[in-house]
């Protein structure tokens, strides 16, 4: 058997029928997993199977099961596991992904853009230009650097 540094991680989206009940969904479940295990995968985790309204229908159906499965596996074995899933009349439709390894980008600032003032605002400008601004006017202006920091800070 392979060593799981040799594997690739992969994900496996379905949609069952929906008329199964909460334990026929659990034992399609464990069937899908013991398929991936029996061609040499190695599950790793599940999501909640959860029944949603389809946007188009599937095999004439409107709604279905859906879930996904997390698991490692040889690249040799997916086709096989495709070939089986596609045979089984159960699993409406599926997809097997392959998973890359996650990415934390970190945020970009934006640098800030000049932006030609409005020809009112120069006016204004020009009028109050000869004066000392007040200091309601200070106070605004040192609150709103404040928040400005503050969402800085968060980003």
Known sequence: ?????QRQQYELAFHLLPSFTEEQIEEKRREIEKLISKEGGLVGRYGEIKKIKLAYPIKKEQFSNFGYIEFFAPKSIIEKINRDLLANEDILRHLVVKKEKE??????LAKP??????ETSRIRDSETAGRKPKEEEIKETEE??????????KL
Not at 1 to 5: F, P, T
Not at 103 to 108: D, H, L, M, S, T
Not at 144 to 153: G, N, P, R, V
């Open 1 to 5: 058997m392979e060593e799981l540094s």
């Open 103 to 108: 990415r934390i980008a970190k945020p970009k």
């Open 144 to 153: 709103l650097d404040k928040k400005i920091e503050e969402i800085l800070e």
């Open 113 to 118: 853009k000049t932006v030609p003032m409005p």
